[in-house]
């Protein structure tokens, strides 16, 4: 017994101070190491952006050197690009207040009210995202096409409305409110539209708020469905028509100072919105 005693180490404060900052430390690298990954592509296309078109571009942009606004003034006075963003704005903007208004009436339903089959219907919503986007994009452009959606806005956006990953994110959210309160409403008479619209929405608030820029990036950054239905130059969306610009020998810098203006509203969406992003996530998982 004293032999084995002498073998086994002996764990020291010291030591264990050591592992416990090396621990520390290593977490916070392995975050700034993700951060670097992650930022040197838009930091790449930022610069080549700014760069002049007869000078350097990647990688020798990223040295910083002349700076021009040339390749935005002349992607800006494009008469395509304004018709592009104006698509953009319209099939994002519309789309994510439709989403937000049925992904909430349908969570609501789905968490607070009893019907028969409404567990076996949720669960039938849900087995459908297992089925990927590329194997409904040709029967929808069929259906959309018999109907005369295709080169129109409301055959953009209405396949786009059925967003399953909404709906769950609404039930999860409104099942973890009190059922007193609504209890109490219907007591008092209040009708159902009164109950959705005066207590569903305002305390399920941060939840819109999130699901709201989720879905503006998805509508915003949306590439194969607009390109499918916008068939003409007149409905392409600005990544659909970024995207054509390399077909046409367009310089790489006036591509990327358009590519650069594609990322703007999504950071202005997300500033605005990022106070209720944070109450969104410490709601989670509050009860009662």
């Not at 004293?2 to 101070?17: D, F, I």
């Not at 392995?30 to 990688?59: D, E, K, N």
């Not at 494009?78 to 049925?102: E, G």
């Not at 349908?106 to 567990?119: T, V």
Request: aromatic residues 10%.
């Amino acid at each position: 017994m004293a032999a084995l005693a002498r073998k086994s180490p002996v764990k020291t404060p010291a030591r264990a101070g050591r592992r416990s900052r090396t621990g520390r430390l290593t977490l916070p690298v392995l975050l700034v190491l993700t951060a670097i990954v992650t930022v040197t592509p838009f930091a790449a296309m930022v610069l080549v952006a700014f760069a002049p078109q007869s000078g350097r571009t990647f990688p020798d942009a990223l040295v910083p050197g002349k700076i021009t606004l040339a390749n935005f003034e002349h992607v800006l006075s494009s008469s395509d690009v304004p018709r592009w963003t104006l698509n953009s704005l319209i099939f994002s903007f519309v789309s994510v207040a439709l989403i937000l208004l049925f992904a909430s009436m349908a969570g609501y339903a789905f968490a607070k009210k009893r019907f028969p089959g409404r567990d076996a219907l949720f669960w039938t919503l849900l087995a459908t995202l297992m089925v990927p986007f590329q194997a409904t994009l040709i029967p929808s452009y069929i259906l959309v096409s018999k109907l005369g959606g295709v080169d129109t806005y409301w055959g953009m956006i209405v396949p786009t409305l059925a967003n399953v990953q909404a709906i769950f994110l609404m039930r999860q959210f409104i099942v973890q409110l009190p059922d007193e309160l609504f209890e109490a409403a219907e007591t008092d008479g209040a009708s159902e539209w009164r109950i959705f619209t005066t207590i569903v929405l305002p305390l399920v608030r941060p939840a819109l708020a999130t699901l709201g820029v989720f879905v503006f990036l998805w509508h915003w950054n949306d590439f194969l469905w607009p390109l499918v239905i916008g068939q003409s130059g007149e409905m392409q969306t600005l990544t659909v028509g970024l995207a054509t610009l390399q077909s046409e020998n367009v310089p790489i810098n006036q591509i990327m100072a358009g590519a650069t203006i594609t990322v703007v509203p999504s950071l202005l969406v997300f500033g605005l919105l990022q106070r209720y992003l944070t109450d969104s996530i410490a709601m989670t998982g509050l009860k009662g």
